[in-house]
């Protein structure tokens, strides 16, 4: 890593008291800090020293056991949209994952290793275990570790981590590392398209989910700046998501105005994508995201 002697400072962690009293971690590392929520293992803040922070976060987000963060990194898991009689997304979001380990590394990351706990809504999947290891340091690393523990029952399921991220405005903003690739247009009743731009561009609703890209993308905020790169692996899904004006006025836990300074850039494995996992097998997403001036 860039920038910081061979001997970087120790990272520590704090235990804290959150917004809606619910319980969050700090991290500090000598180039970052992090707020990671136990409610959804949400990552809610990472800002590097001398930067803006890299995530949006909604100023109207509820704080709230039964409600999803609006903003940072929610954890969609183990489905990926709506679902007949259930909630949307899945409902890892919505769980307060136990925090299993603590790992401070030499050259001055931390980790941390969060468990899904049981619930009845796992129930009706075959058992599982879902782990989530979130490394901070100069960047921001995910890894979204599944384990299918039956003897006999194949495991399908959908997992995305739906990162909104932090724009100064959003016109003046491209996503560049999806031409070519196919997509389901949400807002053209799943319409089937293929990506024509280098570089794209937001001025509308906009809800697609690209199919079997691995590729990894790039958020170019010429208005801040900045340049966030998403590298992904074992991941084939990008959906890339700005709800505009008429959603946002839907939304009870988003500002009217906000859609300016936020684009969901998302890596999963969903709808045509999903994890299909044998017995026994265990897959590992990994998301990592890095910034620079640009
Ligand atoms: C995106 C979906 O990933 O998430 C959108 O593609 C959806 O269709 C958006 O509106 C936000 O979902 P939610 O449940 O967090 O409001």
Not at 39 to 62: I, M, Y
Not at 147 to 154: C, G, I, L, P, Y
Not at 239 to 265: I, R
Request: charged letters at 25%.
């Amino acid at each position: 890593m860039a920038n910081i002697s061979e001997n970087p400072k120790p990272a520590r962690i704090t235990f804290l008291d959150g917004r809606g009293e619910l319980p969050m971690l700090e991290i500090t590392t000598a180039w970052s800090t992090a707020e990671i929520y136990l409610h959804g293992a949400h990552v809610t803040n990472f800002k590097k020293c001398d930067e803006a922070p890299l995530l949006f976060l909604s100023q109207c987000s509820r704080f709230e056991s039964a409600h999803p963060i609006r903003g940072g990194i929610p954890v969609i898991f183990p489905w990926f949209g709506p679902r007949e009689g259930m909630g949307m997304h899945g409902f890892a979001r919505v769980k307060p994952w136990e925090l299993k380990e603590v790992l401070p590394a030499a050259d001055g990351s931390m980790s941390v290793r969060f468990q899904l706990p049981d619930s009845p809504e796992a129930g009706a999947y075959p058992e599982f275990a879902a782990d989530y290891v979130v490394t901070v340091n100069e960047g921001l690393t995910l890894e979204l570790i599944v384990t299918n523990k039956s003897s006999d029952a194949k495991l399908e399921f959908e997992e995305c981590l739906h990162t909104y991220f932090a724009v100064e405005d959003i016109s003046a903003a491209s996503i560049v590392g999806l031409k070519g690739v196919s997509y389901l247009d949400k807002v053209a009743n799943f319409e089937k398209k293929t990506e024509a731009n280098d570089a794209i561009r937001i001025s509308s609703e906009v809800d697609r989910v690209y199919l079997d890209t691995t590729a990894a993308v790039e958020i170019r905020d010429a208005r801040m700046g900045r340049v966030i790169r998403v590298e992904k692996e074992h991941s084939a899904s990008t959906v890339v998501w700005n709800p505009w004006v008429a959603k946002s006025q839907e939304m009870p836990d988003f500002g009217n105005d906000e859609y300016h300074k936020m684009v969901c850039v998302e890596s999963g494995n969903v709808s045509a994508n999903k994890v299909v996992l044998a017995p026994g097998k265990t897959s590992c997403m990994k998301v990592k995201l890095h910034s620079a001036a640009g």
